[in-house]
């Protein structure tokens, strides 16, 4: 009797649609609304290149115009302006010693699906912190820090931790002015929700739509992720990076791949292997990608954290995302 293989058992056109589809399934950024699939950027992924153009109107500007018989009327016009997505290009293998354990399901070829969605899910989330460092890392893309609350003390332990709360969430709202109700979801290291618990101020709907494991503050989804930065204060104690965002604010899309996905077999080792590669768009929405610093084909984390590839091309209001950094 042969043996089965991967070849066997993965079926590339069923197994790579059901792989992203499940990675959206089981990603919490997709599951709070932060990311949302864009028709536009479907349909300019097909054309080919790693730059996605998508220019748009700006809002009409300006004072209205007082009727009157002696005045002639000016006429304005309505101007434009242009964001750039960048495509991400990943790929990852592995052996199927790593996957042994998924084989003996009832379903060999979702059980090894879900297993790559897991891993995929866990990737997008820490190249979106990646974004969002560099989105937030000077006045470039940041415009002066005016979507930044920093309120963390550099010397705890002489002058206290500011920690998290509902104030300091208000204020950093107050950052989109009469847009903030459009804030709807809030990314925070694990010490930061466990303050928040202490403090009993989570509140848990496990039926609803908006808690998606870690409960809900002021009536945001909150998602708890390790990857957003922290560091050591300048004497004492560390400061906590979180993020707001609106619903939509980060565009998705997925692009062709000529080889998805590919079964390998290492005979020395009687190993069979497994290559998975995407090509993405995971774009904060009105940040332009400028293209300024990038070695090779595809940006690496450290190039997307580096804030000379990034410009902002939305107005304040438009961004919806704030950066909040605090001791906990």
Known sequence: MAATLLSDVIVPEVWVPYTIEATKEKSALFRSGIISTDPRIDEK?????????????????GDDHVR??????????????KDVARLHGREKAWGVEDLAAELSGADPMRAIGDRVADYWARRMQVLLVATLSG????NIANDSNDLVNDVAEEDVNTNGAVELDGGVILDSKQKLGDAKNDLAAITMH??????LQKKQLVEYYPESDIDIGFGTFLGMTIIVDDEVPVEAAT???TKYTSFIFGSGAIGYGEGPVKNPVEEDRDSLANQDILINRRNF?????GIKWTESSV???????TE????????????????????????G
């Open 304 to 327: 997307v954290e580096n804030a000379a590839n990034w410009d902002r091309v939305y107005p304040q209001k438009n961004i919806r995302m704030v950066k909040i950094v605090t001791n």
């Open 45 to 61: 992924l097909e054309g080919g290149g790693d730059l996605i153009n998508m220019p748009f109107f700006n809002d009409l500007s």
């Open 190 to 195: 694990s010490q930061v929700h466990t303050n």
């Open 135 to 138: 989105v937030f890392a000077d």
């Open 281 to 285: 768009i995971l774009h904060p929405r």
């Open 68 to 81: 009157d018989t002696d005045n002639v009327l000016t006429v304005d016009k309505i101007t434009t302006g």
């Open 295 to 301: 070695a090779a084909t595809f940006p690496t984390n």
């Open 235 to 237: 004497t004492s104690g």
